[in-house]
């Protein structure tokens, strides 16, 4: 993978985990109902797992050994 592809990887998991992570919070806090806190914490859920797993996919930690 070139540096110039691997540096937008981990912008691409930085952006993803921080607009994950604003809409889940964003929800638990203005929502009023069940299904708005189901989904934003589904949203925070979904912040700690994307963004980490396209940086480190950008980072090419997670190649199988040969």
Do not use: H, N, W
């Amino acid at each position: 993978m070139t540096g110039r592809l691997q540096k937008f990887g981990v912008f691409a998991g930085v952006i993803a985990f921080v607009g994950c992570f604003a809409g889940g919070v964003c929800l638990l806090a203005v929502g009023e109902d069940l299904y708005s806190d189901g989904i934003g914490i589904y949203f925070l859920g979904k912040a700690f797992f994307v963004g980490p797993m396209l940086i480190l996919t950008a980072m090419g930690k997670g190649e199988k050994a040969r």
